[in-house]
């Protein structure tokens, strides 16, 4: 069974400072995405990786993905507080889509 | 831009009763997925569907849970008879036909009292 391991559960982090999110995973993979999800809300798609070596960049995130070692990473650069939410990795695997445990993100002034 | 549409968004329903939750996804898309999140928890898979069946399903997936695609739009997860431990959100997501993306839709809370 495909599985997912996504660290640090929890992240309090200062304004202006970077951080990195980790997402490893069990079996080769046909895609990995990274999600943010507001309290009470849906999943909003933040990046899709397709292939080794991948790196998508949107704002203070940028995510990657080394699919020899079976991880992506999801990098915060200067947080601010607009950042404060969960984020999930998803591993897509031949129609199987499985979520780490999700990063709770608080960015403090 | 297109959208995952679920009904309804909040049902209250008493235990032992079943439920029908409803999804329409994106119209070109092929794979099909629902997921339940229990407040403030992960995101746990329950099934896969393409080509009008099931591809993978879970262990928390079993005999109380269906899925059916009825028509070419709408996809179905059915409850036979509620627990109050089925009380969640539960996502649908689809992808597929030429998207890289899996879009979810807004959730469906579902309180079983």
């Known amino acids: 069974e495909l599985k997912v391991e996504q660290n640090p559960l929890f992240l309090s982090m200062q304004e202006g400072k970077n951080y990195t999110i980790y997402c490893n995973y069990s079996t080769t993979s046909d895609r990995l995405y990274w999600y943010r999800q507001d309290p009470g809300k849906s999943l909003e798609s933040l990046f899709v990786?397709?292939?080794?070596?991948a790196v998508k960049q949107e704002g203070r995130l940028m995510a990657s993905l080394d699919t020899k070692a079976r991880l992506s990473t999801l990098h915060i650069t200067a947080a601010v507080h607009d950042l404060s939410a969960t984020y999930f990795c998803a591993v897509d695997s031949i129609n199987d889509m499985r979520f780490g445990a999700g990063t709770r993100l608080t960015v403090k002034p | 831009e297109p959208e995952v549409t679920q009904t309804p968004s909040h049902q209250v329903t008493q235990m032992g009763q079943e439920v029908i939750l409803r999804c329409v996804p994106i119209?070109?898309?092929?794979?099909f997925y629902w997921y339940r999140q229990i407040l403030g928890q992960k995101v746990e898979f329950l099934v896969s569907?393409?080509?009008?069946?099931?591809?993978?399903k879970s262990e928390i997936f079993d005999d109380q849970f269906s899925v059916e695609r009825p028509d070419g739009s709408n996809f179905t997860l059915k409850i036979r008879s509620t627990k109050l431990e089925d009380s969640a959100m539960y996502f649908c997501a689809s992808t597929g036909g030429g998207s890289t993306e899996a879009f979810f839709g807004q959730g469906t809370r579902l309180t079983v009292v």
């Open positions: 569907f393409y080509n009008n069946e099931i591809s993978e």
């Open positions: 990786l397709l292939s080794n070596g």
């Open positions: 119209s070109n898309h092929l794979y």
